[in-house]
């Protein structure tokens, strides 16, 4: 059996302090526009500079700040939006 190393022991705490933040992260988000990952899971990824497309004109903006139920846009002209949960879910698509 392997001995134990202080190495070891602290990857195994940074693994899960990460997986930790990681899920509230995702719980204080709340919204929940997916992507497919690398290993073909589907992630919750919206995070400032982020580009998303309005699915009905096609324009494409900039996400400014994620808040628990909102994002901010930035429009190309730079001007900043407000834009609800279920209307990013519904309008607008990872691009």
């Not at 992260?25 to 690398?38: C, F, N, Q």
């Not at 190309?76 to 519904?90: H, I, Q």
Request: negative net charge.
């Amino acid at each position: 059996m392997r001995e134990l190393k202080e190495a070891d022991i602290l990857r195994v705490m940074r693994e899960e302090w990460n997986n930790k933040i990681k899920s509230l992260a995702e719980d204080v988000v709340g919204i929940t526009m997916k992507a497919p990952t690398s290993d073909g899971k589907q992630e919750s990824i919206l995070a400032p500079d982020l580009k998303i497309f309005h699915k009905k004109s096609g324009i494409r903006y900039t996400i400014d700040s994620v808040g628990p139920r909102d994002v901010i846009l930035r429009t190309p002209e730079g001007n900043n939006f407000l834009v609800d949960a279920s209307t990013l879910e519904r309008d607008y698509e990872l691009g």
